[in-house]
């Protein structure tokens, strides 16, 4: 368990309402997933606002709450931190919950229109012929080593992505290959991590109307 002030390191702070030397549980972008002592990072995104669901988040037992607004009413037993972006917060605040992860993995990060899977998983069944421990983060299938797991995003959630990103490191992962979708990057799931390396792959029509359509 972290303390809120160790995790809030290179966060760009505005404003911060009740003390900051209290434990932290988890780091949650969805409300729904609260536990007691987590802390709520409320993001505006393209399906809804967080910001929204702050109440909901501390009436489930969050003790924290990141956001760009500050709400109206505040609660005394909660501690409130507001920053200019809250997406990039979130993931500069997950990677160190996690203990910062990648600064210990090799990790290499795989983008483009097309080939992005097929790139990630060679360069990671290259590794694991050669008996190098790795990771693979992928459409198709997260694998730590020889475990495979079930993959639902190209790149998961910030809060889901450190956490699988820690677990690799704990199973002695030395590389983690990893696809990096335009929405990831857009959004700021990639923020705070620390990549050793890069592929590009192309870029097609889809990619460039991505702002189209958002």
């Not at 988890?26 to 669901?53: N, P, T, W, Y």
């Not at 990771?135 to 694998?143: D, Q």
Request: hydrophobic share 40%; glycine share 8%; aromatic share 6%.
């Amino acid at each position: 368990m972290k303390q809120l002030q160790d995790i809030l390191y290179k966060i760009s702070l505005q404003t911060v309402v009740g003390p900051t030397a209290i434990p932290v549980s988890s780091v949650e972008i969805d409300s729904r997933r609260i536990q007691k002592g987590s802390c709520f990072v409320a993001m505006k995104g393209v399906a809804g606002d967080g910001h929204l669901f702050i109440s909901d988040a501390i009436a489930a037992g969050a003790d924290a709450i990141v956001c760009e607004e500050l709400p109206a009413a505040t609660v005394p037993h909660a501690t409130y931190v507001q920053t200019s972006d809250a997406a990039k917060a979130a993931g500069l605040i997950c990677h160190a919950f996690h203990g910062y992860p990648t600064q210990s993995l090799k990790l290499v990060g795989i983008t483009g229109t097309n080939g992005k899977t097929t790139v990630a998983t060679v360069l990671f069944n290259l590794c694991r012929e050669m008996g190098i421990s790795a990771g693979l983060i992928s459409t198709v299938s997260n694998r730590i080593n020889d475990e495979i797991l079930a993959a639902t995003h190209t790149t998961p959630d910030v809060s889901s992505l450190n956490q699988l990103l820690h677990h690799m490191l704990d199973a002695g992962c030395e590389y983690v290959f990893m696809e990096v979708s335009s929405h990831a990057i857009h959004q700021q799931r990639i923020s705070g991590l620390h990549f050793t390396g890069a592929v590009f792959t192309n870029i097609t029509h889809d990619h460039l109307a991505y702002r189209d359509w958002e």
